[in-house]
T-cell receptor, first 114, second 115 residues
Framework: DQQVKQNSPSLSVQEGRISILNCDYT??????FLWYKKYPAEGPTFLIS?????DKNEDGRFTVFLNKSAKHLSLHIVPSQPGDSAVYFC?????????????FGQGTELSVKP | GAVVSQHPSRVICKSGTSVKIECRSL??????MFWYRQFPKQSLMLMAT?????????EQGVEKDKFLINHASLTLSTLTVTSAHPEDSSFYIC???????????FGSGTQLSVL
């Protein structure tokens, strides 16, 4: 049972435009969500997070939106840059129930074209 | 940010041998570390939670006798893949956090190829 789903395996965006990556989850106990960026043969690097008490968190070009009623979160990157090309994973955790373990989505490969 | 060091970055071994992967938290103490595995084009799957001074907690379907985890100190956890077989070939990644509600920091990963 995939508790965290990223239904788009890939996304292609023109440089300067907005990239929107989506993530859905099924476990209502999740209360902490993160986005990670990953290059091939490297470990993931943290981008941005949001707790369930918020519906938006912004850090520079990156904004994460959380819609708890829809069990949906999204990552907006604006403006997109060629260096943003990577695989993006959303992850979720229910700290009090799962001891801090992260459940990852399948990833979305973002390609930003010059 | 906090640094997690993982070594080696790449291992090629013969079937039947054992491989040890080290994960160190360089500038903080980690009472808990997590080991993940990623197959090509797939998600990162949690294998086990490594607890300092106690037994690791394995996820369903992960053989504890095959994937031995030792967390002997607050800065070091090791994963040993025993009697490795080609189907164990994967990208193994460790992670640690500064505490509850703190983000996970990941090591750079180990690409294991079993011939």
């Amino acid at each position: 049972d995939q508790q965290v789903k990223q239904n788009s395996p890939s996304l292609s965006v023109q440089e300067g435009r907005i990239s929107i990556l989506n993530c859905d989850y099924t476990n209502s106990m999740f209360d902490y969500f993160l986005w990670y960026k990953k290059y091939p043969a490297e470990g993931p690097t943290f981008l941005i997070s949001i707790s369930s008490i918020k519906d938006k968190n912004e850090d520079g070009r990156f904004t994460v939106f959380l819609n708890k009623s829809a069990k949906h979160l999204s990552l907006h990157i604006v403006p997109s840059q060629p260096g943003d090309s990577a695989v993006y994973f959303c992850a979720a955790s229910a700290y009090y129930n799962q001891g801090g373990k992260l459940i990852f989505g399948q990833g979305t490969e973002l390609s930003v074209k010059p | 940010g906090a640094v997690v060091s993982q070594h080696p970055s790449r291992v090629i071994c013969k079937s039947g041998t054992s491989v040890k992967i080290e994960c160190r938290s360089l500038d903080f103490q980690a009472t808990t570390m997590f080991w993940y595995r990623q197959f090509p084009k797939q998600s990162l799957m949690l294998m086990a939670t490594s607890n300092e001074g106690s037994k690791a907690t394995y996820e369903q379907g992960v053989e504890k006798d095959k994937f031995l985890i030792n967390h002997a100190s607050l800065t070091l956890s090791t994963l040993t893949v025993t009697s490795a077989h080609p189907e164990d070939s994967s990208f193994y990644i460790c992670s640690a956090s500064l505490g509850p509600y703190e983000k996970l920091f990941f090591g750079s990963g180990t690409q294991l190829s079993v011939l």
